[in-house]
């Protein structure tokens, strides 16, 4: 990712901190990330942990990064898209950690061939050991999907699938660790009686 100049995530909750945590300890510099964040709390808590540029204007940030990340919640996302869609070019990479919204939804949101990854990380991702899925666009390339492999392989581990297969893998990867999580912590309780 040495040729990648700016990353940016619009959204900087769990997930868009988890990833900047990843790419800064493999060696991306804090000042290559920019995020883009409502929250003046989230703000104050990413600049102070990490020394990212942040933001409240998601155009300035989809017009400074070359990858934009959508890190929001899906029930926004036509807000968030409508808004940035005029700052979009073909130069751009969207990733999608959007949970069951297609790359087909976002991809109709924007002018030209919108390049689209769609990645399905798990909360694993907060202490670098996630499993995520990965599926291209229709106008993304093999360099793209390559590049947002490497980008999640900072967070843990990576597979490629193809898109009818993205909301199987939400349920299983993205689900899954959460109800270990509830039968361990049930064992422990019953331990505990």
Same mark, same amino acid.
């Given at each position: 990712?040495?040729?990648?100049?700016?990353?940016?995530?619009?959204?900087?909750? %769990?997930? /868009? $901190? +988890?990833?900047?945590?990843?790419?800064?300890?493999?060696?991306? /510099?804090?000042?290559?990330?920019?995020?883009?964040?409502?929250?003046?709390?989230?703000?104050? *808590?990413?600049?102070?942990?990490? +020394?990212?540029?942040?933001?409240?204007? %998601?155009?300035? #940030?989809?017009?400074?990064?070359?990858?934009? !990340?959508?890190?929001?919640?899906?029930?926004? !996302?036509? $807000?968030? #898209?409508?808004? !940035?869609?005029? =700052?979009?070019?073909?130069?751009?990479?969207? @990733?999608?950690?959007? /949970?069951?919204? =297609?790359?087909?939804?976002? $991809?109709?949101?924007?002018?030209?061939?919108?390049? @689209? !990854?769609?990645?399905?990380? %798990?909360?694993?991702?907060? @202490?670098?050991?996630?499993?995520?899925?990965?599926?291209? &666009?229709? *106008?993304?390339?093999?360099?793209?999907? %390559?590049?947002?492999?490497?980008?999640?392989? =900072?967070?843990?581990? @990576?597979?490629?699938?193809?898109?009818?297969?993205?909301?199987?893998?939400?349920?299983? =990867?993205?689900? &899954?660790?959460?109800?270990?999580?509830?039968?361990?912590?049930? #064992?422990?309780?019953? &331990?505990?009686?």
């Amino acid at each position: 990712m040495t040729n990648v100049q700016k990353i940016g995530f619009i959204g900087g909750g %769990n997930m /868009a $901190e +988890a990833l900047i945590k990843g790419l800064l300890a493999g060696g991306f /510099a804090a000042e290559r990330i920019m995020a883009s964040e409502p929250s003046e709390y989230r703000r104050e *808590h990413l600049r102070e942990e990490y +020394a990212v540029e942040l933001t409240t204007d %998601n155009i300035e #940030l989809m017009q400074k990064c070359e990858i934009v !990340v959508l890190a929001i919640k899906p029930q926004i !996302v036509a $807000e968030v #898209l409508e808004e !940035v869609a005029g =700052s979009y070019d073909d130069k751009k990479l969207l @990733v999608s950690i959007l /949970a069951g919204v =297609s790359s087909a939804t976002i $991809e109709k949101y924007f002018q030209g061939a919108p390049r @689209v !990854v769609r990645v399905m990380p %798990n909360t694993p991702a907060l @202490v670098s050991e996630a499993a995520s899925a990965i599926c291209r &666009g229709h *106008h993304s390339s093999k360099d793209d999907l %390559n590049l947002v492999k490497q980008l999640f392989e =900072s967070v843990g581990k @990576v597979q490629i699938i193809d898109e009818r297969q993205m909301d199987a893998a939400t349920g299983l =990867s993205g689900s &899954g660790p959460a109800y270990i999580y509830t039968v361990i912590e049930a #064992l422990a309780d019953g &331990g505990v009686r």
